[in-house]
DNA sequence: TATTGTTATACTCTATAACTATA
DNA sequence: TATAGTTATAGAGTATAACAATA
């Protein structure tokens, strides 16, 4: 049977839509970071560059500011403490963990952190600095 | 013991991070779109739409269309049709099943569509139409 | 009583590999 | 041989409910 090359398809509707763009503009980000920084996803990298600025923050305090249940973050920190990134260590209130960068968290997320300027670098490469701005502080508006 | 209130975390370098803002700026629209579209996910709206727009589509050019592989297509076609909003036709080429809405289906869509209107305009509240064009314009240059 | 961390459990979304029927 | 759809299976990532320790 002859095969016509398949075009590709009509969008519809979508193209005009905030949240679908959003979502291909997401897509495209995370491609390029899982390429860029191997070993840990965008929101493992989060965690550990709010434990860098945190230090001693707690896992309830943590999920909160992640947006996730702090039963999930407990299953997230044992991995990352079981790859030698963070410490546990029992709190004043002693309910508490506070969490800590290792020294090989501390290398690892220097690593990162550099493997994150040139991945921004890339992602933001159609745009110019004034409208990587822009894009930021639009995005800031959508997200309150 | 006296509890201070939690001040909030120091964000650290996050808030410089496109990708940081798209995954927040698309979690608020997610959210939104959840509470004004009950019982179907932006990503089943958009098949639906695709399909509308694009009606006997095949199920791997729907799957090439949203980046998924085409087993993950079946469960998710299985659901729409165990809804009735889809069918499945037997193509021309008897090894493709085409895809069609269903009268239920495009009824629910059309109502998909007027709560999509009101959803986009609470999503784009803090924008004028300029910038809301302008934020478009910029995510599709992020997404290629 | 309320909160923190934990466990058991389940659900959603996704992919890979192998199968079948057709081409 | 190659492709479309399917199945079995597995792995992330997430949440809810219930529990022990501590406040």
Known sequence: MIRRPAASLNPGL??????YRLRLAQQAVFRDFAASVPGV????????LLIE?????????LAQAVSR????????LDQLEARGLIERRRGADRRTNGL?????????L???KRAITAHEQRVAARLTAA???RLLELLARIAV
Chains 1, 2 share one sequence.
């Open 14 to 19: 979508l193209p005009e839509l905030i949240g």
């Open 41 to 48: 996803s965008p929101g493992r990298v989060g965690m550990l």
């Open 53 to 61: 600025a945190n230090p001693g923050v707690t896992q309830s305090r």
């Open 69 to 76: 249940d702090r039963s999930t973050m407990v299953g997230v």
């Open 100 to 108: 800590w960068l290792t020294r090989a968290g501390r290398a690892m």
């Open 110 to 112: 220097a690593r990162a």
């Open 131 to 133: 409208e990587r701005t």
